[in-house]
């Protein structure tokens, strides 16, 4: 989590992915720490799911799951792997 700053990435791998929302669906322009979600993204041949931080991006529950106006569109599942280039690139 640290790695991360405690703040939801969408924004920061992607310049359109719109607003960020908490648990409940409501629009959020900064999430709490406590409803942060962390999203695993897959890499080369790397070991076991769930190990390397390097692996895991922050975000909230809007952009990884679908809350609120969101529902139904996955920000992380349809941005995989810009996601996976962002943290090649060290986060950057
Ligand atoms: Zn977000």
């Known amino acids: 989590m640290r790695l991360d700053g405690y703040h939801c ?10 607003t960020c929302h908490d648990r409940f669906g409501t629009p959020r322009t900064i999430v709490l720490p406590n409803d ?3 999203d695993f993204v897959r890499r080369g041949a790397r070991g076991p ?32 792997e810009r996601m996976r280039v ?7």
């Open 9 to 18: 990435r969408a924004n920061d791998i992607d310049p359109h992915a719109g």
């Open 49 to 80: 799911r769930h190990t390397d931080p390097a692996d895991h991006v922050m975000l909230c529950p809007g952009h990884h799951r679908g809350t609120g106006k969101m529902a139904g569109y996955q920000w992380s599942t349809a941005h995989r």
């Open 86 to 92: 962002w943290l090649d690139n060290g986060r950057r």
């Open 36 to 38: 942060l979600e962390m």
